[in-house]
DNA sequence: ACACACATGTAATTGGTTACATGATTTC
DNA sequence: GAAATCATGTAACCAATTACATGTGTGT
């Protein structure tokens, strides 16, 4: 009952919303919902996909290949009642908080031992992939409300949208600000090494 | 040279800072450092540092347990040439951007399918989590300012804990966003699964 | 005919967590 | 002398990435 294995937990939502998907389908789906915030690649998906099946969270529906109708080789899976009630009961435990790490904050902190411009390359290249991503949202909430917009889980996919765009814009806020920090950090002086 | 080992960077970034560290010392040294963003365990660290003196990155200097003086088994570690060469290596390299896992998005990105008071409890922990962070964040600023103010990476270290303090006040304002269109969505009408 | 997108999978590797085992030293 | 903390390590396990292998259908 430890729910590790998160892959799991996606797949089981994504099919609860829409059924009769392949592992292709999927990803795709993922890239353009959670995309911004979860990212799963094949090697996780088509395996977990096997194994559920064979746990019987979710049957395998259709597609051709098995049957020899023809067309491209696609294995489809939809939810099962199992299946449903695994999901609803990963919704209800409390979220586990994995150690973050983020990488581009480590080599900030370590920054006084190279010379300014390093760091400076960092924010700014971290500060050009937060307008990158702010783009990308901003186009995701607008192709999901004309797609889905009535649909009635719209509202907490919304939620999820301007949790990151709030944390984009603080991430773009504090850019502009660590720049002209570090900007003045190299007119000043060299760092001590 | 691919530095997939993260673990070695935080070592070796800790380090350079400050030499004659056990595996004991860097653990605590990180929690009070970069622990809001980064996490280690010392089932990774112990036997990274064994890889590393291997290797000639670092090296074991003193501490008792070696030599027969008594005292408490202690094996300290500082860097060496090469170490620091790797060091700077690593900051010279772009970050990579491993595909980010926010559970507690993903959760409410479903919320949908459950009843309304579930989203609101994780997004009550997210709120609660959030102030408590903010509080440590708070208390590790002024702490370093008072011991290490004067320290030359200090400009530094006070720049990725404003990067954190900013990604917390935004997710602070989100919550109570959130948590009152929740509430609205809890008188409105149940969920339609 | 060729390239590209569709589609599924396996194998190798690794980074990392968790749990366990062990023992010394300080403190009460 | 018991408990807490300091301190180091190992073993088991797993989630996940990456690279590789394979084949089909579509468009040009």
Redesign the interface.
């Given at each position: 009952m430890s729910n590790r294995n998160?892959t799991e937990?996606?797949i089981l939502?994504l099919l609860?919303?829409e059924g009769n998907q392949s592992g292709y389908d999927l990803r795709k789906t993922i890239q353009g919902?959670?995309g911004?915030?979860?990212?799963?690649s094949f090697g996780q998906i088509y395996p977990t996909l096997k194994r559920m099946a064979g746990e019987g969270l979710i049957v395998a529906t259709g597609g051709t290949g098995s049957d020899g109708e023809g067309g491209r080789q696609r294995q489809l899976y939809s939810l099962t009642e199992a299946g449903?009630a695994r999901?609803?009961e990963?919704?209800?435990m409390?979220?586990?908080?994995?150690?973050?790490?983020?990488?581009?904050?480590?080599?900030?902190?370590?920054?006084?031992?190279?010379p300014p411009s390093?760091?400076i390359e960092?924010v700014r290249?971290?500060r050009e992939?937060n307008l990158r991503l702010l783009a990308t949202l901003e186009e995701l909430g607008r192709l999901g409300r004309e797609r889905n917009g009535d649909h009635?889980?719209f509202?907490?996919?919304m939620?999820?949208l301007?949790?990151?765009v709030?944390?984009i814009?603080?991430?773009l806020?504090?850019s502009e600000?660590?720049l002209a920090?570090?900007a003045e950090?190299e007119k000043g002086g060299q760092?001590?090494?």
């Open positions: 998160q937990s996606v939502g609860s919303v919902s959670v911004f915030f979860w990212g799963e449903r999901l609803t990963w919704l209800a409390p979220c586990r908080d994995d150690p973050p790490r983020d990488e581009f904050l480590l080599k900030l902190f370590f920054g006084g031992v190279v390093i760091s960092h290249a971290f992939k009635p889980q509202a907490f996919w939620l999820t301007t949790a990151g709030a944390q814009r603080a991430g806020e504090w600000a660590a920090m570090l950090l760092p001590s090494e």
